[in-house]
């Protein structure tokens, strides 16, 4: 018998870790070597532990997963990674693969499902779920500049033009040009909306 594949958790939910690790070491070929809960932890870790595969969440603190997929494949190229979040969104999935990302999965999939995707990930292939897949496709990529995405990600958590253009340290009119721009790409009627449709999408990751 060949030797099981080893594998690292990076998860900031510890329930969703600790469920995670339990299913999949009930598997014989599998072998959980490591478990994080941050992202800019994913490397040292790996480092340590030797993984072939990591699965590393989408959102997690110091560093989320799609940032920690490309340390990881340019620090230990020979270890693979396996995205599962509970985010199912075209951006993400289009951004992980540009990271580097093998396969891309929801945590809902059923626990042997899972188990096959790392398998199948192991060995060199692509695991996508075919639903987000479709999206991804349809959905396109981001239509907002990085300046745009920038006024958006400060605009989730509410406050005025002055507050916004202070954060930013832009003026104020600057603010709104680029939050006008980025509603009309969106085609939401306010900011609110446009923040929940680039959020939808998975266009505002990223610090």
Known sequence: ????????????????????????????????????GRGDEVVDAARRTGPDVALLDVEMPGLD???????????????????VTTFGRPGYLRRAMEAGAGGFVVKDTPARQLADAVRRVH??????DPALAAETLAAGTSPLTERETAVLRAARSGGTVADLAAALHL????????LSAAIGKTGARNRATAVRLAEQNGWLLGD
């Open 171 to 178: 003026s104020e009119g600057t603010v709104r040009n680029h």
């Open 123 to 128: 060995a060199g292939l692509r695991v996508v």
């Open 1 to 36: 018998m060949s030797d099981p594949i080893r594998l690292l958790l990076a998860d900031d939910q510890a329930l969703v870790r600790g469920a995670l690790a339990a299913l999949l070491s009930l598997e014989p070929d599998l072998d959980v070597v490591a478990e994080v």
């Open 65 to 83: 997963g799609i940032a920690a997929t490309a340390a990881l494949r340019a620090a230990l190229p020979g270890c693979r990674v396996l995205v």
